[in-house]
C-alpha cells in the first residue's frame, strides 16, 4: 500500500495549486491522508474524488470541515495502526501532542501536522511522521510531503521536497 501524506494545505478558494500538486506529485498513490487544516470543505471533497482519502480536522478548519471529519483517527493498513491528529492544542511541542494523542492506543505510526515543519522521527517503538505542507510552507524553504509504503515486513518512509 503507497500512501501519499500531506497536511496544512489552507486552501481557500482557488483549488488549483492543491489540484497541480495532486497531479504532479500523487498519481501513484493509492491512498492520501490528510492531518488538518484544510481551512474549506471544498477541498475534501476535491481529495475525496481524487483517491480514496482519510483525513482529520485542524485547528483552522470551519465547522463545515468539522461536521465531515473527525478530530483523531486510527485506522489500521496492512496490519499496521495508524494514528492521524493535527496536533494543534496549548502547552508542549506540536510532536508530544499528538504523541500524547493516542496514549493507552495501540499504534505503530502517528501522523500529524500543525507545525508546517516536516519530520520523521521514532519515540517509543512509534514511528511520528508530520509531512510539512506541500502548498504553504510558511517559513520552511522547501514546500514538503511524505510517501508511505507500507508491506508485510517492511515500511519505506520517504519525506519529498519540491520548490
Known amino acids: ?5 500531506i497536511s496544512d494545505t489552507h486552501i481557500g478558494k482557488n483549488m488549483n495549486k492543491l489540484i497541480h500538486f495532486l497531479d504532479e ?7 492520501i491522508i490528510h492531518a488538518g487544516d484544510y481551512k474549506t470543505s471544498e477541498a475534501i471533497k476535491l481529495l475525496q474524488k481524487y483517491k ?7 485547528n483552522v478548519d470551519c465547522n463545515n470541515v468539522k461536521k465531515l471529519l473527525h478530530e483523531k483517527e486510527i ?9 492521524i491528529y493535527h496536533g494543534h492544542g496549548t502547552n508542549k511541542t506540536t510532536i ?5 494523542a493516542f496514549q493507552g492506543f495501540d499504534v505503530d505510526i502517528i501522523v500529524f501536522g500543525h507545525s508546517h515543519q516536516p ?25 514538503s510531503y511524505i510517501i ?4 508485510e515486513n517492511n515500511i519505506d518512509v520517504q519525506l519529498k521536497f519540491w520548490n
Open 119 to 143: 519530520i520523521i522521527q521514532t519515540k517509543n517503538k512509534v514511528l511520528l511522521l508530520n509531512p510539512g505542507s506541500p502548498i504553504y510552507k510558511r517559513k520552511e524553504r522547501w514546500f
Open 52 to 58: 480514496p482519502f482519510l483525513g482529520v480536522w485542524g
Open 96 to 100: 508530544m501532542r499528538a504523541y500524547e
Open 25 to 31: 506529485h500523487l498519481k501513484e498513490v493509492d491512498m
Open 75 to 83: 485506522i489500521k493498513v496492512n496490519n499496521y495502526h495508524i494514528g
Open 1 to 5: 500500500m503507497k500512501i501519499g501524506i
Open 148 to 151: 508511505l509504503q507500507l508491506e
